[in-house]
């Protein structure tokens, strides 16, 4: 399944928000105690870069007047912070990341591939353009949302597809992205463009 940029940020976002702190010490994310462990293709990072001039997450503070820096939430596919304010580190023992109020220009790094190569890649699959819904359990990573695109046959768009169920859990889809692509979405400050992902369910209809 092939997840347009104008959505993809979305999966980032929801990887982000079970590194929380806050989530971390409540046990109220799907990868609990994740420091140091595994959690995506070992060819992706996730970086913040709070200090880029005029992008939209900028700070050089954060909520609580503590300074911004650059720094990796998942490097190589492994996490190596979680996303701290003051009181959730101390929470944790561990040091505030200056990310208390939330993030600053999140960007997926990786080998990126254009629109092309990936529908190639997919072969026969899903492109989401659209997601409905809120079907998302923080805790147990269960990913159930309305979506609609496009369906494709031997990497070409064949027809659009709407009404549609997709289905999977997030640990899954999240260590099965295939690919990343270099049509990059900067209209948030979670930067990414178009992912790739492995095998999904899918229910649905086609559209007229």
Known sequence: MLFAAEVASGLISTLLGALSGTSQYRGSTFFPDSLGKKVMSRELTVVERPHLPGELGSAMFDAEG?????????????????????????????????????????????????RRELLKMMGTGLLVTGLMGQGVNSVTGDYSRGAHGFWVESGEIAYPVDEITIAANLRNMLSDIVA?????????????????????????????
């Open 66 to 114: 503590v300074g911004t820096w650059e720094k990796s939430f998942v490097r190589d596919g492994v996490v190596e912070n979680y996303i701290l304010g003051s009181y959730s580190a101390r929470k944790l023992g561990l040091a505030t990341t200056g990310n208390a109020g939330g993030v600053h220009n999140i960007y997926l790094e990786g080998e990126q591939k254009d």
């Open 180 to 208: 990343i692509g270099s049509d990059v979405d900067r209209r948030h400050n979670i930067v990414s463009g178009s992912i790739l992902v492995g095998e999904m369910r899918i229910a649905g209809n086609e559209s007229d």
